[in-house]
Protein backbone atom coordinates (compact mmCIF):
# COMPACT_ATOMS: atom_id res chain seq x y z
CA UNK A 1 0.00 0.00 0.00
CA UNK A 2 1.26 3.66 -0.88
CA UNK A 3 0.49 6.98 0.12
CA UNK A 4 -0.17 9.11 -2.43
CA UNK A 5 -1.46 13.41 -1.92
CA UNK A 6 -2.80 14.38 -4.64
CA UNK A 7 -4.26 17.65 -5.07
CA UNK A 8 -4.49 18.15 -1.09
CA UNK A 9 -6.08 14.61 -0.62
CA UNK A 10 -4.61 11.59 0.60
CA UNK A 11 -5.57 8.18 -1.12
CA UNK A 12 -4.20 4.25 -0.11
CA UNK A 13 -2.93 3.19 -3.39
CA UNK A 14 -3.06 -0.90 -3.49
CA UNK A 15 -0.82 -1.20 -6.54
CA UNK A 16 2.59 -2.67 -7.70
CA UNK A 17 5.32 0.51 -6.87
CA UNK A 18 6.67 0.37 -10.40
CA UNK A 19 3.45 1.42 -11.50
CA UNK A 20 3.42 4.96 -13.45
CA UNK A 21 1.80 7.69 -11.99
CA UNK A 22 -0.50 8.28 -15.03
CA UNK A 23 -2.12 4.79 -14.34
CA UNK A 24 -3.04 5.56 -10.63
CA UNK A 25 -4.38 8.59 -11.75
CA UNK A 26 -6.53 7.71 -14.29
CA UNK A 27 -7.27 4.07 -13.49
CA UNK A 28 -7.34 4.47 -9.58
CA UNK A 29 -8.26 8.04 -8.76
CA UNK A 30 -9.97 8.92 -12.15
CA UNK A 31 -8.35 11.85 -12.33
CA UNK A 32 -8.33 11.90 -16.30
CA UNK A 33 -6.97 14.95 -17.04
CA UNK A 34 -3.41 13.98 -17.45
CA UNK A 35 -3.16 12.04 -20.65
CA UNK A 36 -1.60 9.14 -22.03
CA UNK A 37 0.52 10.09 -25.25
CA UNK A 38 3.68 8.69 -26.06
CA UNK A 39 3.80 6.42 -23.03
CA UNK A 40 7.99 7.38 -23.53
CA UNK A 41 8.35 10.55 -21.74
CA UNK A 42 8.82 11.88 -24.74
CA UNK A 43 5.40 14.18 -25.41
CA UNK A 44 4.21 16.27 -21.97
CA UNK A 45 0.69 15.33 -22.00
CA UNK A 46 0.74 13.58 -18.97
CA UNK A 47 2.61 16.04 -17.48
CA UNK A 48 1.81 16.79 -13.71
CA UNK A 49 2.96 18.65 -10.71
CA UNK A 50 5.17 16.94 -8.14
CA UNK A 51 6.29 19.72 -4.88
CA UNK A 52 5.83 22.37 -7.72
CA UNK A 53 7.98 20.66 -10.64
CA UNK A 54 6.95 19.53 -13.79
CA UNK A 55 7.17 15.96 -14.06
CA UNK A 56 6.22 13.12 -16.97
CA UNK A 57 3.64 10.82 -15.22
CA UNK A 58 3.70 8.13 -17.42
CA UNK A 59 7.71 7.68 -16.84
CA UNK A 60 7.55 8.41 -12.95
CA UNK A 61 6.46 5.35 -10.90
CA UNK A 62 4.65 5.63 -7.50
CA UNK A 63 7.52 4.68 -5.25
CA UNK A 64 9.12 7.58 -5.64
CA UNK A 65 6.30 9.70 -4.35
CA UNK A 66 4.77 9.14 -0.86
CA UNK A 67 5.14 12.01 1.30
CA UNK A 68 4.92 14.08 -2.32
CA UNK A 69 3.09 16.83 -3.04
CA UNK A 70 1.01 16.02 -6.41
CA UNK A 71 -0.92 18.12 -8.71
CA UNK A 72 -3.14 18.05 -11.44
CA UNK A 73 -5.22 20.04 -13.61
CA UNK A 74 -8.14 18.68 -11.35
CA UNK A 75 -6.39 20.46 -8.44
CA UNK A 76 -5.89 24.24 -10.18
CA UNK A 77 -9.74 24.83 -10.30
CA UNK A 78 -13.25 23.87 -10.73
CA UNK A 79 -15.72 24.07 -13.54
CA UNK A 80 -17.66 26.10 -11.48
CA UNK A 81 -14.69 28.19 -10.40
CA UNK A 82 -11.52 27.61 -12.77
CA UNK A 83 -8.35 28.84 -11.86
CA UNK A 84 -6.15 31.37 -13.69
CA UNK A 85 -4.52 29.36 -16.23
CA UNK A 86 -7.81 27.35 -17.04
CA UNK A 87 -9.33 30.52 -17.29
CA UNK A 88 -6.81 31.87 -20.12
CA UNK A 89 -6.53 28.90 -21.74
CA UNK A 90 -10.41 29.26 -22.48
CA UNK A 91 -10.30 32.22 -22.87
CA UNK A 92 -7.75 32.34 -25.78
CA UNK A 93 -9.73 29.07 -26.79
CA UNK A 94 -6.17 27.70 -27.04
CA UNK A 95 -7.39 23.88 -27.48
CA UNK A 96 -8.08 22.38 -30.69
CA UNK A 97 -7.77 18.80 -30.10
CA UNK A 98 -7.05 19.48 -26.73
CA UNK A 99 -4.85 16.72 -25.90
CA UNK A 100 -2.00 18.18 -24.96
CA UNK A 101 -3.92 20.77 -23.28
CA UNK A 102 -3.97 19.38 -19.84
CA UNK A 103 -0.02 19.08 -20.10
CA UNK A 104 0.76 22.62 -21.07
CA UNK A 105 -1.45 23.83 -18.46
CA UNK A 106 0.74 22.20 -15.60
CA UNK A 107 4.35 22.96 -17.43
CA UNK A 108 1.90 26.94 -17.40
CA UNK A 109 1.59 26.76 -13.80
CA UNK A 110 5.07 25.58 -12.72
CA UNK A 111 6.63 28.55 -14.54
CA UNK A 112 3.88 31.44 -13.68
CA UNK A 113 3.68 29.71 -9.73
CA UNK A 114 7.83 30.48 -9.28
CA UNK A 115 7.82 33.46 -12.15
CA UNK A 116 4.52 35.42 -12.83
CA UNK A 117 6.56 37.69 -14.76
CA UNK A 118 7.98 35.38 -17.12
CA UNK A 119 8.71 36.71 -20.79
CA UNK A 120 8.17 35.40 -24.29
CA UNK A 121 11.31 33.76 -24.18
CA UNK A 122 11.12 32.14 -20.96
CA UNK A 123 7.58 30.85 -21.91
CA UNK A 124 8.52 29.39 -25.04
CA UNK A 125 11.49 27.71 -23.57
CA UNK A 126 9.78 26.11 -20.66
CA UNK A 127 7.07 24.59 -22.41
CA UNK A 128 9.41 23.60 -25.19
CA UNK A 129 9.36 19.90 -23.71
CA UNK A 130 5.82 19.56 -24.40
CA UNK A 131 4.44 18.68 -28.07
CA UNK A 132 1.42 19.89 -29.66
CA UNK A 133 0.32 18.24 -32.74
CA UNK A 134 -2.16 20.38 -34.13
CA UNK A 135 0.02 23.78 -33.59
CA UNK A 136 -1.81 26.19 -31.49
CA UNK A 137 1.14 26.98 -29.94
CA UNK A 138 0.55 30.95 -30.55
CA UNK A 139 -2.58 30.57 -28.76
CA UNK A 140 -0.43 28.80 -26.14
CA UNK A 141 1.71 31.38 -26.02
CA UNK A 142 -1.29 33.92 -25.40
CA UNK A 143 -3.20 31.90 -22.91
CA UNK A 144 -0.28 31.53 -20.71
CA UNK A 145 0.48 35.78 -20.77
CA UNK A 146 -2.97 36.22 -20.13
CA UNK A 147 -2.97 33.62 -17.04
CA UNK A 148 -0.35 35.62 -16.03
CA UNK A 149 -1.76 38.78 -16.42
CA UNK A 150 -4.61 37.64 -13.57
CA UNK A 151 -1.60 35.97 -11.41
CA UNK A 152 -0.35 40.05 -11.10
CA UNK A 153 -2.48 42.40 -13.01
CA UNK A 154 -1.78 43.83 -16.54
CA UNK A 155 0.79 46.37 -15.93
CA UNK A 156 3.88 43.49 -15.58
CA UNK A 157 7.25 44.15 -16.72
CA UNK A 158 8.86 41.14 -17.96
CA UNK A 159 11.75 39.84 -15.98
CA UNK A 160 14.86 38.89 -17.61
CA UNK A 161 15.74 35.79 -15.97
CA UNK A 162 13.96 32.56 -14.92
CA UNK A 163 14.90 31.50 -11.68
CA UNK A 164 16.81 28.25 -11.25
CA UNK A 165 13.97 26.35 -9.85
CA UNK A 166 11.24 26.80 -12.73
CA UNK A 167 13.67 24.11 -14.10
CA UNK A 168 13.62 21.83 -11.75
CA UNK A 169 12.34 18.07 -12.69
CA UNK A 170 11.75 15.78 -10.57
CA UNK A 171 14.91 13.63 -10.80
CA UNK A 172 13.90 10.15 -11.77
CA UNK A 173 17.35 8.84 -12.91
CA UNK A 174 16.72 6.27 -10.28
CA UNK A 175 14.78 4.38 -11.86
CA UNK A 176 15.59 2.48 -14.78
CA UNK A 177 12.97 3.87 -17.44
CA UNK A 178 13.83 0.72 -20.47
CA UNK A 179 12.80 -1.93 -18.35
CA UNK A 180 9.96 -0.37 -17.10
CA UNK A 181 8.69 0.04 -20.51
CA UNK A 182 9.73 -4.01 -21.30
CA UNK A 183 7.82 -4.44 -17.82
CA UNK A 184 4.60 -2.75 -18.89
CA UNK A 185 4.71 -3.70 -22.41
CA UNK A 186 4.90 -7.68 -21.29
CA UNK A 187 1.95 -6.91 -19.09
CA UNK A 188 -0.33 -5.52 -21.85
CA UNK A 189 -1.55 -3.24 -19.85
CA UNK A 190 -4.85 -1.48 -21.81
CA UNK A 191 -3.89 1.85 -22.66
CA UNK A 192 -6.01 4.12 -20.88
CA UNK A 193 -8.70 5.48 -22.93
CA UNK A 194 -8.37 9.24 -24.26
S1 LIG B 1 2.61 10.27 -22.32
FE1 LIG B 1 4.16 11.27 -23.54
S2 LIG B 1 5.54 12.03 -22.05
FE2 LIG B 1 4.10 10.91 -20.89
S1 LIG C 1 -4.45 21.04 -29.34
FE1 LIG C 1 -4.25 19.11 -30.36
S2 LIG C 1 -2.29 18.39 -29.74
FE2 LIG C 1 -2.39 20.41 -28.96
Do not use: W
Not at 16 to 26: G, S
Not at 58 to 76: D, F, N
Not at 135 to 146: E, F, P, Q, S, W
Not at 157 to 179: M, Q
Amino acid sequence: MIELRVNGRSHSISADPDTPLLYVLRDDLQLNAAKFGCGLGQCGSCTVLVDGAPTLSCVTPIMLLEGRQITTVEGLGTLEDPGPIQRAFIEEQSAQCGYCIPGMMMRAQALLQRNPRATDTEIREFLEPNLCRCGTHMRILRAVKRAASMMTGPDVTPSTHTPAAASTELDTSEVDSDSQRDRRHSEKRERPER
